[in-house]
């Protein structure tokens, strides 16, 4: 997320309350939604370009481009950022590319394919009383995604994606060096019906799995093989009885292949006073987390282990309530009284 680029990005929503249910244990302090632009339904090709300068020899230049032919719509982002610091071993260099291609297989049927690539090299200069002149670390990040919408009707629509995403980290650390493999596969299945004007619902699977590999030259080692993987279905039922009240209900189940099961849920409710447009919210929810594979098996061997391949899920539980009200057109006054505890 520290190198994560605004190129191609339309919006960002941000949710500040546990989505663990719905999201899974990634999610289970809040969640943000990168949205990324298309050229889909634009009538004239859009281009961008920018350039920027600063202190430190920091150079930053980006250029997009985004439209559609016909049934056919596209947009590329590409950006480059460098910077020299006043230590000795203490540059930066960011690469970045991202892309979206879709075609409209028919009006009802639309499948794309996104991809991005990131890469950043930086120096790490240690403090100013142990200056290291050789230590640096640096990432790549590959990513692609293809996936297909089908709108069945009015009322029904299903999405169905799969993504691969290599990480890539070599590093150097007191003449040491270390590399992490870690390449991931998912698939996700998310089903929307809208059952009447009053009540939707969204349902889902969500296949996960990870390969990670740690190789270090160190005579310390550190280094280890895993997979992990994962099985979740959920579901979500939001029914709105009256303009005014809204309620909804989220079940998710998880099947790991390294811990135990995990159950996780998610209730809340609003009302809106129509005259004062006054919004009264609440929600309570249960969510879980799993370690990483680092907290499980990263062994010094000379030292001891530093992982723990006991360590158990982490839970949350999330109470909060609030209230909304807008003043003007443009302002809105709102104040939020939540608790989580984590175990």
Not at 164 to 172: A, C, G, I, R, V
Not at 220 to 246: C, H, M, T
């Amino acid at each position: 997320w520290g190198s994560l680029t605004l190129d191609n990005v339309d919006r960002i929503e941000m949710v500040r309350s546990s989505v663990g249910a719905l999201y899974g244990g990634d999610a289970i302090g809040g969640g943000g939604n990168v949205i990324t632009e298309s050229g889909r339904g634009l009538e004239q090709p859009e281009y961008k370009a920018m350039f920027e300068v600063g202190s430190f020899n920091s150079f930053r230049e980006s250029a997009s481009v985004r439209g559609s032919d016909g049934k056919i719509d596209y947009a590329f982002a590409g950006s480059q950022f460098n910077a020299d610091y006043p230590r000795d071993n203490n540059n930066f260099r960011r690469t970045s590319f991202r892309t979206s291609f879709g075609y409209e297989v028919s009006e009802d049927v639309y499948a794309d394919v996104k991809t991005s690539y990131y890469q950043t090299d930086g120096g790490s200069p240690s403090s100013l009383a142990f200056p290291s002149v050789n230590d640096h670390l640096k990432r790549e990040v590959t990513r692609v995604s293809p996936g297909v919408e089908w709108n069945a009707s009015e009322r029904f629509t299903t999405r169905a994606y799969y993504t691969f995403e290599n990480q890539w980290q070599p590093s150097e650390d007191f003449g040491s060096v270390n590399r992490l493999s870690v390449r991931s596969h998912m698939f996700d299945l998310q089903n929307d019906l809208e059952f009447n004007d009053q009540l939707d619902g969204t349902a889902g699977l969500l296949f996960q799995h990870q390969d990670i590999e740690r190789t270090t030259t160190s005579p310390f080692g550190g280094a280890f093989v895993a997979g992990l993987g994962s099985l979740s279905g959920y579901g979500q039922l939001e029914w709105e009885p009256r303009d005014y009240l809204r309620l909804f209900s989220t079940l998710r189940y998880d099947r790991y292949s390294d811990f135990q099961d995990a159950l996780s849920w998610n209730r809340g409710v609003s009302a809106t006073v129509p005259k004062t447009k006054t919004t009264i919210f609440g929600s309570v929810s249960s969510a879980v987390s799993t370690p990483t594979a680092q907290d499980l098996y990263f062994d010094f061997p000379a030292f001891g282990s530093f992982g723990n391949r006991n360590l158990k899920s982490e839970s949350a539980s999330t109470f909060e309530v609030g209230v909304r009200q807008p003043l003007m057109q443009k302002l809105e006054l709102g104040v939020t009284w939540f608790r989580h505890e984590f175990q």
